[in-house]
């Protein structure tokens, strides 16, 4: 916790210069529409919130959610001329986000620096609707180069890493897990994981909507 309120007043603020093509892959990966509601897992500073809002419109919900009590801080201030947005302080490995309450989510390095990755990600999709896409970018280190087990080590003193595979935990989840790009960097990854069969009927639903 002290490691994110402290990053929240230091690097964070240089980090939100750069996030703005990931935001719009996001977005658009996603193809949100007006009236959908959406949810930012470990938000952090409220970075992504601009354009989830502006996706989504007056009619929209978007729910933002940081474990980091700074983080939130900013995030609400940054956030509070918009009547649609909420900004909550929750631990997303144990907090019950609404039962498919939501028609998108997103979470950009938020997932792999938790510290029960598969309950983080059990509690996402249960939040989605039938045929609900998460939009995932993530450190992803299974690799078994010398850089690969220098950054484990790394991650795992500086935020606690536990090593799991965050790919691994979204396809035992999700029935689909689907790479944005051709191919994969090292040490990230990013994916849209569609929650295809609504659980509690395990029924088939409409296929989700991609960015063409």
Known sequence: MQLWDFAALTYYRVL???TGPLNRLA???LALRPGDAVLDIGCGTGALVPALVEAVGPQGRVVAMDF???MVAIAGKRTEKWPNVEVRHANACTT???AGQFDAAVALGAFSAMPDVPAAVANAAAA???GGRLFVFDVRLTGRTRVTRMLRTAYRLVAGFTGADVVAELR???ERVEPVFAAEGETTT???ATKVTDTAT???CTPSRFAG
Request: hydrophobic fraction near 30%; charge should be positive; charged fraction near 35%.
């Open 128 to 130: 989605l609707k039938p």
């Open 16 to 18: 939100d210069r750069f």
């Open 27 to 29: 977005v658009k990966t």
């Open 96 to 98: 019950d986000h609404g």
């Open 172 to 174: 035992k989840v999700f």
């Open 190 to 192: 990013t994916v849209v």
């Open 202 to 204: 395990r029924s088939p």
């Open 68 to 70: 980091s009590t700074r």
